[in-house]
C-alpha cells in the first residue's frame, strides 16, 4: 500500500491542471516507463487531452530544474506524458493488472481528498475575507472618528471676545 504522502509528493501542477508523471506511475505501477507510454500509445483514444498531455520541451525543462528528483538525461529521449486525475482511472483499464487497480484506486482518494481539503480552506478563506470586510469597515469608520479628535485638538485657538463687566475710561 503506497502511503499518501508520496502520492501527494508526486502530483505537479502543470497548466493549471493537477497531473502525475508517466515515469512516477509507472514506478507506483511497478512497471517500466516505456511500457506505461506503449500502451497509452496503441489506446491514444482514451486519453484526450483532458486526461492526458505530452509536455513540451520548455514545460520538461522548468521541472527538471525545480525537482532534483528527475535527474539529467533520465528521461531526455521522450517527452513525458502528464496524467490528470482522469487520466490515472483511464490508465488503470489500459494497464489491466490488479495491482494498477489497486494503485488507481489509492491515487483518485487522494486527489479527492486533495479536493475536499480545497474546498474546506476556500470555506475557512471566505470566513476570513468577510472579516476583514468587517473589520475594514470598522476600522474606516474608527479612522474618521479619530481624523474628527484630531480637527478639534489642532484647531487654532481664537481670541474670544471677554465677558463680563466692563470698565470704562474716565474722561479727563
Known amino acids: 500500500m ?3 504522502e508520496i502520492i501527494v509528493r508526486k502530483i ?4 493549471g491542471v493537477k497531473v502525475i508523471l508517466d515515469s512516477d506511475l509507472a514506478e507506483m505501477y511497478g512497471v517500466e516507463t516505456k511500457r506505461l507510454k506503449e500502451q497509452v500509445k496503441r489506446n491514444i483514444s482514451r486519453f ?3 486526461f492526458m498531455f505530452e509536455l ?3 514545460e520538461y525543462f522548468v521541472l527538471r530544474s525545480q525537482f532534483a528528483s528527475l535527474k539529467q538525461g533520465a528521461h531526455s529521449k521522450y517527452l513525458p506524458y502528464a496524467f490528470s ?3 490515472v482511472l483511464m490508465l488503470s483499464n489500459v ?3 490488479e495491482v494498477a487497480i489497486q494503485v488507481s484506486i489509492r491515487i483518485i482518494d487522494v486527489f479527492v481528498k486533495m479536493r475536499e481539503m480545497m474546498s474546506t480552506q476556500k470555506d475557512i478563506l471566505h470566513k476570513i475575507e468577510h472579516i476583514e470586510n468587517h473589520l475594514n469597515d ?3 469608520e474608527i479612522q474618521y472618528v479619530f481624523s474628527l479628535v484630531k480637527q478639534l485638538l489642532i484647531q487654532e485657538e481664537k481670541p474670544r471676545k471677554k465677558i ?3 470698565q470704562q475710561k474716565a474722561i479727563p
Open 2 to 4: 503506497i502511503p499518501d
Open 164 to 166: 463680563g463687566y466692563k
Open 85 to 87: 486525475e482522469h487520466g
Open 12 to 15: 505537479r501542477l502543470i497548466r
Open 48 to 50: 484526450p487531452p483532458h
Open 95 to 97: 494497464l489491466r493488472s
Open 138 to 140: 470598522h476600522s474606516k
Open 56 to 58: 513540451t520541451k520548455e
